[in-house]
């Protein structure tokens, strides 16, 4: 017999009770799409914030002051950024210094615990195109504001301060004096402390606030606490391995060199993983919808018994009776098993798109699914189908 | 032309179940011979049945001896019987045993496959076929759409359809007036007239009388064979 005959027989019960078919193939189908989308929607959610980090940048490095051997907090020589400049694969550098004894209020009768956990940070100029932000509102310090009591705020010290919008004359009082609101940034996602920064210029903290070292006898700007790097994407570790010692050539140690799309990259492998309850209610509703199947088998077997009568006195062997209710159990699961693939891929599609991540949809997830849903299929219609085969053909034909 | 035997039975016996079996047949010997039609009576529960599903492979004795063109069927595999069903034997049921799901060309058309008909060739074949029983233009009907007789017709369609060598009808007519009874045996007669093997049980007596042999079967015995009384002949 023919391979296209024997499918064709196969489909037979399915094409002449349709109802019952897809009502018995909807368990299948329910588990496959919990499942499909389960492991399409953390891919996608992986990918869209993969591709955010690609976006903001992977060559981006800082060099912190660490803890020094003594335990006190090391420092960074003031040349540190000049030094670092100097790499040959490195592109751009920023720095901040982080001014530890000034706080930041709102007005001068706010209490002086209530802090924010905010930090106020001298930032070179170019920070924000290093950090691949930018303003939100108003503007970012220049060569002249810089000088001056101007302060541009992080985005969630904005927020945490009350200022929404950037008016003319807007101030807030630091380390207690007025300093004039010239901008808001956009929220920097490679370094979240610039979020909960008051940025001002280098000039206006030794000014204002007397930040500043002492190198041969003179005070100058400084000494900056991080320093942001980027540098050529194909030389990120050759930088890398470089950076403390060009920092501090005395005590490399005391400098700490992080990547920090690194820790977003762990953070979009852990949004990877997938939520574990639904993929275990997939797998339920697949149980569930084997059996179903299972069960439709074993009835339409019984059902059919004078149909078996008939195709074995026609000339059908065990093994043609065996392969015709196999296949229906497969083709029946595999009904199940397309369209939840289906169903999965459309919500994936629906959610990520909404979301504007790429739609990812692994392989392993379409393929397992309707893998799966073969061997469900398989299984399930292993015992109806050797019952079936079983069968003498008089018995078969003395059922009416 | 000499006629071989095609079927061969020694003392078949079949008994069902244990408690209390039950003897449906009690050691039943003859041969059918190459071209021979034969009418099989006898009253109900007497074992009619039981003997033509033997006889076509589709049961087997509990002792005795079954051959089909000299094989003993009890040495053969099931592919190797199932094989001699779909290119031997042609079956007419007294159920008909038709599908309401499809055609009736595909009804006469279901058994081709096993014998390894092409699908051109099989709705030509059954398209044949039902030329034959006279229901060429029913061809695309459905059986629920079709009368008793008809619908008969069709079983009998298909069970020539694969060119069988033997046909085994039982109570072809079982549900028919006796005009549309008489046309089935018309058919049955020129099948055979065509080189079938023919064994038709019926219980139409008058039918029976027209039929070159007849076996009676009563309580699992062939009780008469008109053959083994050579002076009565056709
Ligand atoms: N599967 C079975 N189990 C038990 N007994 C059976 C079985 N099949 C047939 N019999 C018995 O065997 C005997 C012969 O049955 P069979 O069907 O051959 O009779 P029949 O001559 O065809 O009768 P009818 O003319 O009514 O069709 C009956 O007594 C019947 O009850
Ligand atoms: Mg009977």
Redesign the pocket.
Known sequence: MRLSDQLRVAGIGIRSRRLRAALSALGIAIGTAAIVAVLGLSASSQAGLLAQIDRLGTNLLTANTGESLTGGAAQLPTAAPQRISHLPDVEQVAHVAAIDDANVYRSPLIPAVNTNALKVRAASLDLPGVLGTGVAQGRWLNAATERQPVTVLGALAARRLGIDRVHPGERIWLKNQWFYVAGILKPATLSTDIDTSVLIGYPAAEHYLGYAAIERGEAVAGPPTTVYVRARTDKVDSVRDVLARTANPESPGDVDVSRPSDALTARAAAKGAFNSLFLGLGVVALVVGAVGVANIMIISVLERRSEIGLRRALGATRGHIRTQFLSEAVMLALLGGVTGVAAGALTTAVYAGGKGWAVVVPAEAWAGGIGAAIAIGAIAGLLPALRAARLSPTEAL?TL | MIATNVLELERVTKT??TRPP?H?LRGVSFTVRSGELVAIV?P???????LLHILGTLDRPSSGTVRIDGQDVAALSDRRLAEIRARSIGFVFQQFFLTERTTVLENVADGLPYGGAAPAERRERAAEALGRVGLRDRAGSRPSELSGGQRQRVAIARALVGRPAIVLADEPTGNLDSGTGASIIELLRELNAGGATILVITHDGDLAARFPRRLHVLDGRIVDDSAARPLEGV
Not at chain 2, 44 to 50: L, M, P, Q, Y
């Open positions: 003395r | 069902y179940g039950v449906a006898g109900s529960g007497s074992g009619k049945s039981t």
